[in-house]
């Protein structure tokens, strides 16, 4: 079994899926109101336990085993009363967050994957640690994560809110890369620079199967059809008797025995929508949302790439239900959502009427096969609308100007597979052909994998002009970022001028802040984060 591994995305652990996650507060538990706003349970939850050891910082964290065996359990893990004033006061009370949750993970129903996943947030800077740069703090942060993750055999992910510590968390990893992937092949690991390449590029668009939200417990195909068969009260063993069948011809029986029924409480595309509408995130659509693409294509049917995308500050347009909010960053979904469950396409006769009524769809997948690397990743190549994009791709291209269209991820070496998208298609299989790997391990390979592509593909200054990032910074960068910042505080009268507004694009990107700090007003009075949900 592959090594724990430490990840690195964007989003909110409020809507984040894992085993268990760090709820920052102090000695006196006391806690920012945005997490008691959003966490109904907490007070309750914080009174049922015995803190006199908490609160005499004997005890630095305390899992909150009250907490709903459903959902992902909080750990309060205490900050120094008296605020932070360096680095390594962190460390012992970061260690302490993991020994507790994962004491406490034996008594819980955990994730399905090989190890346990814990989240945790930007720990340690808030208001108490306003001087401390951010750079220092991520330095221990990440050491100890790395550390407490191999001795405890759980899987860390850290979830950022601010994009200049996620973008400066990727450049301390890939200072050390060999160790921050050292589960992935050689051949895994120059594939994922290859792929991130293109990505930074923006020549790589995601194309996600029912793989990608099954890391947040949606269910496969044949899990979804064996949930709706059970929603319905159709008969029992039906799945037994269907499971010869294709699956949409699967699809189709369910359907017509349920709408049979002369009084269903709710239509068919509502018991499906139920059935997949899963309220949080797992780490394979957090990572893909911070893939650098303008576009994405699912044939999913739930919403956990757009949420993923909105917490990682990259909303999505989603199409065709939502083409008048124009955010400049789209997500195609060919087969229906849950935001509309009479567009769900499931059965045959779903797909033989999807072309009559969806031909402009169609249309913008081939035209992103034709103009973009598609990365497939999260299902088997076996869907029959995609076969049918692809042959309309093939007789519109002359046979001497085909060329590969995309990258698929599967878990498993398949030589029929390979041999059929031969030219067309790499198939990149996590597992290694002589290695016996388990469908599970698979699926943690390709997190990894996909871990090592958005940071690699990520930008990795948008850190360099923010407050408090200089910390650990060589002195050339501090040269250049002194440099850098003399000129954005040299050229305020200049800010009408279209050249200059240019210039304030690129160093915002970089992490000067608003438009404030380009006008010569101080960033240092307002550049102290709110404690939020990161």
Request: glycine residues 6%; hydrophobic residues 45%.
């Amino acid at each position: 079994m592959t090594a724990p591994h430490v990840f690195v995305t964007m989003g909110s652990l409020l809507n984040f899926k894992c085993d268990a996650w760090l709820l920052p507060t102090d000695a006196r538990l006391r806690f920012n109101p945005i997490w008691t706003d959003a966490l109904q349970d907490l007070n309750r939850a914080v009174a049922a336990h015995e803190t006199t050891a908490f609160e005499r910082e004997s005890e630095l964290a305390v899992a909150s085993d009250q907490w709903p065996v459903q959902d992902p359990m909080p750990v309060l893990t205490a900050v120094p009363l008296a605020g932070v004033r360096n680095a390594e006061e962190l460390r012992p009370r970061f260690r302490a967050f993991f020994y507790a949750a994962a004491a406490s993970l034996s008594t819980r129903t955990l994730l399905d994957r090989p190890h346990p996943l814990l989240a945790v947030p930007f720990f340690g800077t808030g208001h108490g640690a306003g001087g401390i740069y951010r750079g220092d703090i991520l330095h221990v942060l990440l050491h100890e994560a790395s550390t407490a993750s191999i001795e405890l055999g759980v899987d860390v992910v850290f979830v950022f809110h601010d994009p200049a510590a996620y973008s400066l968390a990727q450049q301390q990893r890939k200072e050390r890369a060999l160790e921050s992937w050292s589960g992935l092949s050689s051949r895994l690991q120059a594939t994922a620079i290859d792929l991130a390449e293109k990505a930074s590029h923006g020549q790589v668009v995601p194309f996600m199967g029912a793989g990608v939200s099954m890391s947040a417990g949606a269910p496969s195909w044949k899990g979804l059809l064996k949930t709706i068969a059970s929603a319905g009260q159709l008969p029992s063993g039906l799945d037994e008797s269907l499971r010869h069948l294709p699956v949409l011809d699967q699809a189709g029986i369910i359907k017509s025995l349920y709408e049979a029924d002369p009084k269903p409480t709710k239509s068919f595309g509502e018991l499906v929508a139920e059935a997949v509408d899963v309220k949080r995130y797992g780490l394979a659509p957090a990572l893909l949302a911070v893939l650098p693409s303008d576009a994405a294509i699912t044939l999913n049917y739930d919403q956990l790439f757009e949420m993923a995308s909105i917490d990682a500050r990259s909303p999505r347009t989603v199409i065709p239900d939502d083409i008048s909010a124009n955010t400049g960053r789209w997500l195609l979904k060919l087969h229906g959502s849950v935001a509309n469950p009479e567009s769900i396409v499931l059965t045959r006769d779903d797909y033989l009427g999807y072309n009559a009524s969806r031909d402009a769809l169609s249309s913008m997948v081939k035209a992103h096969l034709l103009t973009h690397h598609l990365l497939f990743v999260g299902f088997g190549l076996t869907d029959t609308h995609f076969h049918e994009i692809i042959f309309d791709v093939r007789r519109a291209i002359p046979a001497e100007q085909q060329k590969h269209f995309g990258t698929v991820l599967t878990l498993h070496n398949d030589k029929l597979q390979n041999e059929i998208w031969k030219g067309q298609l790499d198939i990149v299989p996590m597992a290694e052909p002589d290695e016996a790997c388990s469908d599970g391990e698979a699926a943690r390979l390709l997190e990894i994998f996909l871990d090592m592509l958005v940071a690699y593909s990520s930008d990795s200054h948008s850190f360099f002009l923010a407050p408090h990032y200089s910390g650990g910074m060589t002195q050339e960068d501090l040269n250049l970022r002194k440099q850098v910042l003399d000129l954005a505080g040299s050229n305020k009268g200049q800010v009408g001028m279209a050249a200059w507004q240019f210039v304030e694009k690129s160093l915002t990107s970089m992490g000067s802040g608003t438009r404030l700090s380009l006008l010569g007003i101080n960033p240092k009075k307002s550049c102290r984060p709110a404690l939020r949900p990161v």
